[in-house]
């Protein structure tokens, strides 16, 4: 049967690029056609979102098309018929976006972001007006890819590429209820002079982000290996993760609404993992199974299943994450941020007394960054301290505060959907691995989503 024959999928918001990958490249459907019920959802959804600034419908069918003849001549693609929108200011010229078209992926459109004099803004209008929150529409997406954010999260496309120099993957993620990735720095080459900004995806699943990471990054994310031992940091034992709480960095105003929502998720995950056989190797001496509980109790069945019985079952035992909170004491790091992006690569200099110079904040977060993970796996935090706010603005919150340390540092990073406020809107929870330990982030995160998935976009409710 060819491509044009086959009967055409409707627009489906809980497919992912995963799910809609394998569907093409099994032979149930082509990107024609899954490129067409994009196109379809996105003339839908998109009238009141302004999620995108463009769409290429012509353009789009005519690479999906190329996709399909590529799939009948024998080609590996990853990606195959995936759309995919792009953001506004990177197009298809980014080198992540050149990589997704190239393992099979279709851009449909160019994803919204903030108009001309706010480049650097979480919020914000575009040129074709607001883009609106697709859970409720006088919410901020967050930015600055707004677009990006609004799309997944209104389930129009399944991927977007971002951009994040602050936290502009991350935060869109979090208020859309959607995934946002920032790598290592580093891994995607970037023409950041400030050395800022990272390319990445906002996804609505993490099988979509580990996707992403493989075409777009190739084995820089696989780990513990190579990566692993140049850092020496973050070893992980076999089904065990140690994960620290820090709701505030040690610097933040944080709402205590979005605090309880994050730690909350975080508890979950943890209590769901303990409750989860998970396969080992037997032999492994390193394979302890005995762990304590938030609240200090010991597990139930963790023993049982280190003796070969329980739910682990013969040759298993429970997955358990462990979670520690910790007074983390780093400081703001505005001034640094500031420095960077005004004077690239004269960041440091000192202001006022020499001690607190921008310089000296670095030095002082980096540090205590390093001490946290020669102990810890991960460092989970809520991905911003405040709720989707407003069109007009954050008011004197910064709603980057919790986030664009780690664009200075060059950790690899992750928002994933934590669960909602009283009044409906998504918070994120973020977690920040070791540098070069992304297979390590990315696994953590796939399990979190085995415990604690999230509910469907609330697409084609977007007004």
């Known amino acids: 049967m060819n491509a044009e024959a086959k009967a055409e999928p409707e627009p489906h918001p809980a497919a992912g690029a995963a799910e809609i990958a394998a569907r093409v490249r099994g032979g149930a459907s082509s990107a024609v056609a899954e490129v067409r019920a994009a196109l379809r959802a996105v003339a839908r959804g998109d009238t009141g979102l302004n999620a995108f600034a463009e769409v290429w419908p012509r353009a789009a069918q005519e690479r999906a098309a190329h996709v399909d003849a590529a799939l009948a001549r024998g080609a590996d693609l990853p990606l195959a018929g995936v759309p995919i929108g792009v953001k506004a200011w990177e197009g ?61 999260g209104a389930g129009l496309v399944p991927l977007a590429t971002a951009g994040d120099g602050a936290g502009s993957t991350r935060i869109p993620a979090a208020w859309c209820g959607a995934v946002g990735y920032k790598p290592t720095t580093g891994l995607l080459p970037a023409r950041d002079p400030a050395g800022l900004a990272v390319g990445g995806p906002i996804a609505r699943t993490v099988a979509d982000v580990r996707l992403y990471a493989r075409v777009v990054l190739g084995a820089a994310t696989d780990g513990p290996g190579a990566a692993g031992a140049r850092t020496g940091a973050g070893t992980v034992r076999p089904g065990r993760l140690r994960v620290v709480w820090s709701s505030d960095l040690g610097f933040a105003e944080v709402d205590p609404e979005i605090e309880h929502v994050a730690h909350t998720a975080l508890l979950a995950w943890a209590r769901g993992s303990s409750a989860r056989p998970v396969p080992v190797n037997p032999a492994d001496a390193s394979a302890r199974p005995g762990t304590s509980a938030p609240d200090g109790r010991d597990r139930e069945g963790a023993q049982a299943a280190a ?16 979670v520690v909170a910790a007074g983390l004491d780093c400081v703001d790091p505005a001034g640094e941020w500031f420095a960077r992006r005004e004077a690239p690569g004269r960041a440091g200099a000192a202001e006022g007394d020499p001690d607190r110079g921008a310089g000296s904040v670095a030095g002082h977060n980096r540090a205590r960054l390093d001490a946290l993970f020669s102990g810890a796996d991960l460092l989970a935090t809520p991905t911003t301290p405040n709720r989707p706010h407003g069109h007009d603005g954050p008011g004197e919150v910064m709603s980057v505060a919790l986030t664009w340390l780690f664009n200075i540092t060059g950790h690899p990073a992750i928002s994933l959907p934590a669960g909602f406020t009283a009044d409906g809107l998504p918070v994120g929870l973020h977690l920040v691995a070791p540098h070069h330990r992304d297979g390590l982030l990315l696994r953590a995160a796939a399990d979190y989503q085995a415990v604690c998935p999230w509910p469907p976009t609330p697409w084609p409710s977007t007004s």
């Open 92 to 152: 298809t010229a980014s080198l992540q976006a050149r990589r997704l078209v190239a393992a099979g992926a279709v851009p449909v459109g160019a994803t919204s972001v903030p108009g001309p004099g706010t480049p650097w803004r979480t919020w914000g209008t575009t040129d074709r007006g607001r883009t609106a929150n697709p859970w409720r529409a006088d919410a901020t997406p967050g930015g600055s890819s707004a677009g990006s954010g609004a799309a997944v």
């Open 307 to 322: 003796a070969g019985g329980g739910a682990g079952g013969r040759g298993g035992r429970w997955g358990v994450v462990d």
